[in-house]
């Protein structure tokens, strides 16, 4: 491994407090890090007791609050870049971030995209393609990790597969696409080795991977495989039913969910059957040297979670 020159330098991870962000944390603790060249960057110190106790230094960062920015970025010699989770504010949180970045004279930026973002459909990829942009105008040295799908996200983490799993059907409107699934866990493992260097360390490390951009998918999976694997782990039958997008939508209100995320999530759906969520890239398994976790192993976890 090669980290960081010297003992002052620091990767600064924000959004540390979520769940990718601190899975980055522990792995770079994990890769031999020493704790005292980690910051985590987070909206509320106050919640950050978790991470004060590996030894990582808390720094209080909140996008919508410019001016905690660049305190926060300084002496970044690596700054991994997670956005939110809020939908419609997520591009301009990016840009306060990235504004202080080079404020900050941060040596190089990571950014947590989505796979495909310059081409996808999907409509939550268009903040992705306006940060990206962003950051390739600020000049600075940067890395773009495109993330897969979360696998946990197919596998009942949005919550309605006991309700799949009791009627008997899961719905989607994603047809036969195909999902390049990856856990966060492995998604983190490759974030901590680009932010270590696995090209190398200090200034030659920003130059070496001044614009590489990691397309980062697992083995790929439809919804029908998604239902066929649950069936076939929990002994109850669960087939896969595609609806029109339309329909799909109306589905997820009628389980309650507000009419706009349910909008959101019947067009994540409709980008699988677009390809969207698709890639032949293995960056993943070449950034993290073994194979990404299988669909089949995720949902074991989960089922010993019902
Ligand atoms: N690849 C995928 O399939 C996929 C799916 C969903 C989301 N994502 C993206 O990946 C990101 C990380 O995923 P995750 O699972 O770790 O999400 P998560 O657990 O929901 O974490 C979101 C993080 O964003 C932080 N945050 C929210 N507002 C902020 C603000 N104004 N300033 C600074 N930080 C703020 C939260 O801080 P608090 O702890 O203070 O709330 C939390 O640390 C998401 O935020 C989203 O952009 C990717």
Redesign the pocket.
Known sequence: MSTPNGPDQKIVI?????????LVVAELLNQGLPAGNIAA????PQ?AAGLAELGVEIRH?????PQTLVPAFAGADRLLL?????YG??FP?MKNAIDAAVEASVSQIAY?S??NTPVSTLR?ADEHKQAEAYVVRSGLPFTFLR????TE?YTGELGDIGRALDSGVMYGCAGEGRVSG?T?AD?AAAAARVLLGAVGSGQAHAAANNGRVYELGGAAFSLHEVAAEFSRQSGRPLRYQDLSVGEYAEALTTQGLPREFADLLADTSLAVSNGDWFTTSNDLEQLIERPAAPLADVIATQLRVF
């Open positions: 924000t959004a540390a407090t979520g769940r990718l962000g601190r960057a987070v909206r509320s919640t960062a909140d996008y919508t609050e997670i956005p939110s989770a809020e504010q997520r949180q947590t989505f796979v939550l993330n897969g799908g979360y996200l990856a966060r998604l």
